[in-house]
Protein backbone atom coordinates (compact mmCIF):
# COMPACT_ATOMS: atom_id res chain seq x y z
CA UNK A 1 0.00 0.00 0.00
CA UNK A 2 1.35 3.54 -1.09
CA UNK A 3 1.26 6.68 1.67
CA UNK A 4 0.89 9.66 0.46
CA UNK A 5 2.00 12.64 2.07
CA UNK A 6 1.66 16.34 1.83
CA UNK A 7 2.15 19.75 4.07
CA UNK A 8 2.03 23.47 3.69
CA UNK A 9 6.36 22.33 2.19
CA UNK A 10 7.89 19.50 1.20
CA UNK A 11 11.48 19.40 2.31
CA UNK A 12 13.56 16.95 -0.14
CA UNK A 13 16.99 17.04 1.51
CA UNK A 14 17.65 20.08 -0.98
CA UNK A 15 14.99 21.92 -1.30
CA UNK A 16 11.27 23.37 -0.05
CA UNK A 17 8.22 22.83 -2.45
CA UNK A 18 4.98 23.81 -1.91
CA UNK A 19 1.75 22.54 -0.89
CA UNK A 20 1.20 21.14 -4.03
CA UNK A 21 3.85 18.54 -4.20
CA UNK A 22 3.10 14.97 -2.11
CA UNK A 23 5.59 12.62 -1.45
CA UNK A 24 5.03 8.95 -2.43
CA UNK A 25 6.16 5.92 -0.01
CA UNK A 26 5.84 2.21 -0.07
CA UNK A 27 3.83 1.09 3.61
CA UNK A 28 7.75 1.02 4.86
CA UNK A 29 8.59 4.45 4.04
CA UNK A 30 10.84 3.51 0.90
CA UNK A 31 10.48 6.74 -1.44
CA UNK A 32 8.62 6.29 -4.44
CA UNK A 33 7.99 9.48 -6.29
CA UNK A 34 7.30 13.22 -5.55
CA UNK A 35 4.47 13.98 -8.01
CA UNK A 36 2.25 16.74 -8.21
CA UNK A 37 -0.82 17.15 -5.88
CA UNK A 38 -3.65 17.06 -8.84
CA UNK A 39 -1.30 13.48 -10.16
CA UNK A 40 -1.46 12.24 -6.85
CA UNK A 41 -4.52 10.76 -6.82
CA UNK A 42 -6.72 9.72 -2.99
CA UNK A 43 -5.55 8.83 -0.06
CA UNK A 44 -2.95 11.85 0.57
CA UNK A 45 -2.20 12.69 4.88
CA UNK A 46 -1.95 16.33 4.97
CA UNK A 47 0.01 17.77 7.53
CA UNK A 48 0.51 21.35 8.41
CA UNK A 49 4.42 23.02 8.55
CA UNK A 50 6.70 20.93 7.29
CA UNK A 51 7.82 17.71 6.07
CA UNK A 52 11.27 16.52 5.57
CA UNK A 53 13.57 13.13 5.89
CA UNK A 54 14.48 12.35 9.18
CA UNK A 55 17.73 13.96 10.85
CA UNK A 56 21.21 12.63 11.01
CA UNK A 57 22.70 13.84 14.64
CA UNK A 58 26.08 13.49 13.67
CA UNK A 59 27.58 13.94 17.51
CA UNK A 60 26.34 12.13 20.64
CA UNK A 61 27.61 11.10 23.82
CA UNK A 62 24.53 8.00 24.44
CA UNK A 63 26.55 6.51 27.33
CA UNK A 64 26.52 9.86 29.53
CA UNK A 65 22.80 10.24 29.26
CA UNK A 66 22.78 9.80 32.94
CA UNK A 67 24.44 12.97 33.04
CA UNK A 68 21.38 15.33 32.77
CA UNK A 69 21.72 18.48 34.74
CA UNK A 70 24.89 17.07 37.12
CA UNK A 71 27.28 20.02 35.23
CA UNK A 72 26.52 23.12 35.93
CA UNK A 73 25.96 25.56 33.43
CA UNK A 74 28.70 27.79 32.08
CA UNK A 75 31.34 26.22 34.04
CA UNK A 76 33.78 26.31 30.96
CA UNK A 77 35.09 23.30 29.06
CA UNK A 78 38.04 22.55 32.02
CA UNK A 79 35.51 22.03 34.64
CA UNK A 80 32.92 20.70 32.04
CA UNK A 81 35.30 17.99 31.30
CA UNK A 82 36.89 17.41 34.98
CA UNK A 83 33.19 17.36 36.02
CA UNK A 84 32.27 14.59 33.53
CA UNK A 85 35.48 12.65 34.33
CA UNK A 86 35.04 12.46 37.86
CA UNK A 87 31.08 12.07 38.14
CA UNK A 88 30.23 9.51 34.88
CA UNK A 89 30.22 6.24 37.30
CA UNK A 90 27.16 5.24 38.06
CA UNK A 91 24.80 2.09 38.57
CA UNK A 92 24.60 0.21 35.30
CA UNK A 93 20.86 -0.18 35.51
CA UNK A 94 20.52 4.20 35.87
CA UNK A 95 23.17 3.90 33.04
CA UNK A 96 21.07 1.73 30.70
CA UNK A 97 17.68 3.37 31.49
CA UNK A 98 19.28 6.83 30.58
CA UNK A 99 20.40 5.27 27.23
CA UNK A 100 17.37 3.71 26.61
CA UNK A 101 15.16 7.08 27.02
CA UNK A 102 17.17 8.70 25.33
CA UNK A 103 17.42 6.99 22.02
CA UNK A 104 13.30 6.76 22.25
CA UNK A 105 13.79 10.50 22.55
CA UNK A 106 15.85 10.80 19.43
CA UNK A 107 13.97 8.78 17.82
CA UNK A 108 10.25 10.42 18.36
CA UNK A 109 11.91 13.58 17.34
CA UNK A 110 13.23 12.74 14.08
CA UNK A 111 16.67 11.59 14.09
CA UNK A 112 16.89 8.28 12.25
CA UNK A 113 21.10 8.11 12.24
CA UNK A 114 23.69 9.36 15.24
CA UNK A 115 27.29 9.45 15.41
CA UNK A 116 28.15 8.34 19.20
CA UNK A 117 31.34 8.81 20.79
CA UNK A 118 31.94 5.57 22.69
CA UNK A 119 34.58 5.72 25.42
CA UNK A 120 32.80 2.29 26.99
CA UNK A 121 31.19 -0.78 25.31
CA UNK A 122 28.18 0.24 27.99
CA UNK A 123 25.78 1.55 25.16
CA UNK A 124 26.35 -1.88 22.70
CA UNK A 125 22.77 -3.61 24.96
CA UNK A 126 20.59 -0.11 23.58
CA UNK A 127 22.31 0.20 20.46
CA UNK A 128 21.61 -3.82 19.39
CA UNK A 129 17.91 -3.06 19.58
CA UNK A 130 17.72 0.25 18.63
CA UNK A 131 15.85 1.45 15.52
CA UNK A 132 18.04 3.82 14.98
CA UNK A 133 21.45 3.24 13.12
CA UNK A 134 24.28 4.20 14.75
CA UNK A 135 27.85 4.87 13.67
CA UNK A 136 29.92 4.15 16.51
CA UNK A 137 33.28 5.96 17.17
CA UNK A 138 35.61 4.74 19.91
CA UNK A 139 37.61 7.57 21.45
CA UNK A 140 41.02 6.82 22.45
CA UNK A 141 43.27 9.63 24.41
CA UNK A 142 46.66 9.80 25.84
CA UNK A 143 48.47 13.08 25.55
CA UNK A 144 51.75 10.87 26.68
CA UNK A 145 53.66 9.04 23.95
CA UNK A 146 55.00 6.31 25.91
CA UNK A 147 51.22 5.14 26.48
CA UNK A 148 50.53 5.70 22.61
CA UNK A 149 50.36 1.87 22.36
CA UNK A 150 48.55 0.49 25.14
CA UNK A 151 45.65 3.53 24.83
CA UNK A 152 45.60 2.39 21.12
CA UNK A 153 45.33 -1.30 21.67
CA UNK A 154 42.57 -0.47 24.77
CA UNK A 155 40.46 1.10 21.90
CA UNK A 156 40.92 -1.79 19.55
CA UNK A 157 39.55 -4.24 22.31
CA UNK A 158 36.20 -1.93 22.78
CA UNK A 159 36.10 -1.68 18.61
CA UNK A 160 36.36 -5.64 18.28
CA UNK A 161 33.53 -5.63 21.21
CA UNK A 162 31.65 -3.88 18.54
CA UNK A 163 32.00 -6.23 15.65
CA UNK A 164 31.19 -9.15 17.54
CA UNK A 165 27.86 -7.12 18.76
CA UNK A 166 27.85 -7.48 14.30
CA UNK A 167 27.86 -3.34 14.55
CA UNK A 168 30.21 -2.97 11.83
CA UNK A 169 30.20 0.99 11.44
CA UNK A 170 32.44 1.44 13.94
CA UNK A 171 36.13 3.10 13.98
CA UNK A 172 38.48 4.38 16.58
CA UNK A 173 39.10 7.97 16.97
CA UNK A 174 41.23 10.36 18.59
CA UNK A 175 39.76 12.47 21.16
CA UNK A 176 41.16 15.71 20.63
CA UNK A 177 44.59 17.52 19.55
CA UNK A 178 45.00 18.31 23.21
CA UNK A 179 44.66 14.97 24.43
CA UNK A 180 45.98 12.70 21.51
CA UNK A 181 49.91 12.26 21.07
CA UNK A 182 51.40 12.44 17.55
CA UNK A 183 52.48 9.05 18.12
CA UNK A 184 48.17 7.77 19.34
CA UNK A 185 47.36 9.90 15.99
CA UNK A 186 49.60 7.58 13.98
CA UNK A 187 48.37 4.63 15.27
CA UNK A 188 44.72 5.90 14.94
CA UNK A 189 45.71 6.80 11.41
CA UNK A 190 47.06 4.07 10.25
CA UNK A 191 44.77 1.62 11.76
CA UNK A 192 41.84 1.33 9.23
CA UNK A 193 42.31 2.80 5.63
CA UNK A 194 39.74 5.23 4.14
CA UNK A 195 37.54 5.32 7.60
CA UNK A 196 35.50 7.69 8.71
CA UNK A 197 37.16 9.41 11.98
CA UNK A 198 36.18 12.34 14.03
CA UNK A 199 37.85 14.83 16.75
CA UNK A 200 36.61 17.37 18.94
CA UNK A 201 38.08 20.60 17.36
CA UNK A 202 38.76 23.97 19.10
CA UNK A 203 35.87 23.70 21.71
CA UNK A 204 37.17 26.89 23.77
CA UNK A 205 39.53 29.54 23.41
CA UNK A 206 41.53 27.43 26.61
CA UNK A 207 42.57 24.89 23.38
CA UNK A 208 44.03 27.77 20.99
CA UNK A 209 46.02 29.51 24.21
CA UNK A 210 47.38 26.14 25.23
CA UNK A 211 48.79 25.47 21.56
CA UNK A 212 49.92 29.05 20.50
CA UNK A 213 51.55 30.04 23.51
CA UNK A 214 51.56 26.86 25.98
CA UNK A 215 49.55 28.71 28.93
CA UNK A 216 46.44 29.21 30.00
CA UNK A 217 43.64 27.29 31.72
CA UNK A 218 44.61 23.93 30.03
CA UNK A 219 47.29 23.92 32.13
CA UNK A 220 44.46 22.74 35.08
CA UNK A 221 43.32 19.87 32.82
CA UNK A 222 46.70 18.38 32.82
CA UNK A 223 48.04 19.19 36.33
CA UNK A 224 44.48 17.41 37.46
CA UNK A 225 45.16 14.81 35.62
CA UNK A 226 48.51 14.19 36.50
CA UNK A 227 49.62 14.38 32.65
CA UNK A 228 53.22 15.66 31.63
CA UNK A 229 53.37 18.15 29.54
CA UNK A 230 57.12 18.81 29.03
CA UNK A 231 57.33 17.49 25.57
CA UNK A 232 55.29 20.05 24.23
CA UNK A 233 56.73 22.92 22.51
CA UNK A 234 53.55 25.90 21.06
CA UNK A 235 53.92 27.19 17.91
CA UNK A 236 51.53 29.64 15.90
CA UNK A 237 49.50 27.11 14.42
CA UNK A 238 46.73 26.65 16.01
CA UNK A 239 45.38 23.00 17.54
CA UNK A 240 43.75 22.40 14.51
CA UNK A 241 45.99 22.95 11.90
CA UNK A 242 48.67 20.72 13.80
CA UNK A 243 46.09 18.28 14.47
CA UNK A 244 44.14 17.82 10.55
CA UNK A 245 47.88 17.02 9.07
CA UNK A 246 48.24 14.11 11.26
CA UNK A 247 45.16 12.51 9.43
CA UNK A 248 45.56 11.30 5.56
CA UNK A 249 43.63 12.22 2.61
CA UNK A 250 41.88 8.66 2.38
CA UNK A 251 39.94 9.03 5.45
CA UNK A 252 36.95 11.39 6.37
CA UNK A 253 36.72 13.48 9.16
CA UNK A 254 34.35 15.14 11.26
CA UNK A 255 35.29 18.15 13.06
CA UNK A 256 33.11 18.59 16.23
CA UNK A 257 32.02 22.17 17.82
CA UNK A 258 34.69 24.56 15.79
CA UNK A 259 34.14 27.70 18.46
CA UNK A 260 37.43 28.83 18.14
CA UNK A 261 37.78 28.18 14.09
CA UNK A 262 38.91 31.47 12.33
CA UNK A 263 39.90 32.99 9.06
CA UNK A 264 43.32 32.10 9.45
CA UNK A 265 42.58 28.43 9.71
CA UNK A 266 40.47 28.00 7.03
CA UNK A 267 42.80 29.74 4.59
CA UNK A 268 45.46 27.39 6.22
CA UNK A 269 43.38 24.80 5.40
CA UNK A 270 42.27 25.63 1.75
CA UNK A 271 46.06 25.44 1.14
CA UNK A 272 46.60 21.96 2.39
CA UNK A 273 47.25 18.85 0.66
CA UNK A 274 46.45 15.31 1.38
CA UNK A 275 44.01 16.62 4.15
CA UNK A 276 40.89 14.49 4.59
CA UNK A 277 37.43 15.19 3.27
CA UNK A 278 35.84 17.19 6.37
CA UNK A 279 32.54 17.65 8.01
CA UNK A 280 31.99 20.75 10.45
CA UNK A 281 29.86 19.42 13.11
CA UNK A 282 27.97 22.37 15.10
CA UNK A 283 26.39 21.73 18.52
CA UNK A 284 25.49 25.02 19.59
CA UNK A 285 23.22 23.82 22.75
CA UNK A 286 26.35 22.36 24.17
CA UNK A 287 28.45 25.21 23.16
CA UNK A 288 25.22 27.79 25.05
CA UNK A 289 25.51 25.29 27.94
CA UNK A 290 29.32 25.49 28.60
CA UNK A 291 30.32 28.30 27.59
CA UNK A 292 27.72 30.67 26.24
CA UNK A 293 29.16 31.33 22.90
CA UNK A 294 29.04 29.64 19.04
CA UNK A 295 31.17 29.09 16.10
CA UNK A 296 31.38 32.06 13.58
CA UNK A 297 28.66 30.04 11.67
CA UNK A 298 28.70 32.60 9.05
CA UNK A 299 33.12 32.15 8.31
CA UNK A 300 32.41 28.46 8.35
CA UNK A 301 29.54 29.42 5.33
CA UNK A 302 32.15 31.84 3.31
CA UNK A 303 34.55 29.20 2.99
CA UNK A 304 32.09 26.77 1.72
CA UNK A 305 32.75 24.33 4.94
CA UNK A 306 30.57 21.19 4.51
CA UNK A 307 27.88 22.05 7.66
CA UNK A 308 26.47 19.36 9.92
CA UNK A 309 24.62 19.08 13.36
CA UNK A 310 24.88 16.95 16.75
CA UNK A 311 23.46 17.32 19.84
CA UNK A 312 26.42 16.14 22.13
CA UNK A 313 25.70 14.48 25.12
CA UNK A 314 22.72 15.54 28.25
CA UNK A 315 25.76 15.96 30.57
CA UNK A 316 25.57 19.10 28.03
CA UNK A 317 22.03 19.48 26.91
CA UNK A 318 18.84 19.49 27.82
CA UNK A 319 17.66 17.14 24.92
CA UNK A 320 18.87 15.29 22.15
CA UNK A 321 16.77 17.33 19.57
CA UNK A 322 18.28 18.40 16.34
CA UNK A 323 15.55 20.60 15.71
CA UNK A 324 16.08 22.54 18.99
CA UNK A 325 19.98 23.23 17.96
CA UNK A 326 18.85 24.32 14.24
CA UNK A 327 16.44 26.54 16.03
CA UNK A 328 19.21 28.06 18.28
CA UNK A 329 21.29 28.67 15.03
CA UNK A 330 18.45 30.42 13.22
CA UNK A 331 17.72 33.08 16.33
CA UNK A 332 21.40 33.68 16.55
CA UNK A 333 22.30 33.80 12.91
CA UNK A 334 19.31 35.44 10.96
CA UNK A 335 20.50 34.66 7.31
CA UNK A 336 20.56 31.24 7.79
CA UNK A 337 17.45 29.74 6.15
CA UNK A 338 15.04 27.30 6.97
CA UNK A 339 16.28 25.25 3.97
CA UNK A 340 19.68 25.68 4.54
CA UNK A 341 19.46 24.23 8.04
CA UNK A 342 17.55 21.36 7.20
CA UNK A 343 20.04 20.55 4.36
CA UNK A 344 22.77 20.41 7.20
CA UNK A 345 20.48 18.28 9.22
CA UNK A 346 19.49 15.58 6.60
CA UNK A 347 21.59 15.21 3.37
CA UNK A 348 25.24 16.62 4.97
CA UNK A 349 24.69 14.68 7.91
CA UNK A 350 23.74 11.57 6.15
CA UNK A 351 26.58 12.04 3.86
CA UNK A 352 29.12 12.99 6.75
CA UNK A 353 27.98 9.22 8.07
CA UNK A 354 28.26 7.67 4.83
CA UNK A 355 24.69 6.56 5.34
CA UNK A 356 23.33 8.75 2.15
CA UNK A 357 22.43 5.49 0.21
CA UNK A 358 19.59 5.28 2.03
CA UNK A 359 19.23 8.67 4.34
CA UNK A 360 19.30 12.42 4.00
CA UNK A 361 17.19 12.83 1.11
CA UNK A 362 13.30 11.94 -0.36
CA UNK A 363 14.81 10.35 -3.38
CA UNK A 364 13.44 7.34 -5.25
CA UNK A 365 14.40 4.20 -3.42
CA UNK A 366 15.97 5.58 -0.31
CA UNK A 367 14.51 5.15 2.97
CA UNK A 368 15.43 8.67 5.07
CA UNK A 369 11.91 8.63 7.74
CA UNK A 370 9.38 10.92 7.35
CA UNK A 371 9.52 13.66 9.96
CA UNK A 372 6.53 16.48 10.63
CA UNK A 373 7.63 19.65 11.72
CA UNK A 374 4.79 22.03 12.64
CA UNK A 375 3.92 25.11 14.83
CA UNK A 376 5.72 28.03 14.62
CA UNK A 377 5.25 30.76 12.26
CA UNK A 378 6.65 33.12 8.90
CA UNK A 379 8.46 30.50 7.23
CA UNK A 380 11.19 30.37 10.61
CA UNK A 381 11.94 27.04 13.07
CA UNK A 382 11.22 29.30 16.26
CA UNK A 383 7.97 27.66 18.19
CA UNK A 384 8.23 24.32 15.74
CA UNK A 385 8.27 21.01 17.27
CA UNK A 386 9.30 17.85 15.24
CA UNK A 387 8.30 14.41 15.43
CA UNK A 388 8.68 11.30 13.01
CA UNK A 389 5.94 10.05 11.12
CA UNK A 390 6.91 7.08 9.80
ZN1 LIG B 1 31.47 15.53 22.46
Redesign the pocket.
Known sequence: MLRKFSADRLFTGYTLLGADSVLVTDENGVVQDIVPIDTAGEGIEKYNGIICPGFVNC?C?LELSHMHDLVPRNSGMIKFLLAVMSGRQAEEEKVINAMQAADNAMKESGIVAVGD?CNTADSIRVKSKSALLYHNFIEVTGFTAAKARSRFDQGAEMYAKFLERGMDRVSIVPHSPYSVSEELFELINAHQKGSLLSI?NQESIAETEFFTTGKGEMLELYKALGIDITHFVPSKESSLVRSIIKITGDHSLIL?HNVNTSARDLKAIHRGRNLPLLFWCLCPAANVYINNELPDVVLLKNYNCKIVVGT??LASNDQLNILEELKILQERFGELSTAELLRWATLNGAEALRIDEKYGTFENGKQPGVVNISGGENGSLAGTVSKRIL
Do not use: Y
Open positions: HHIHVDS
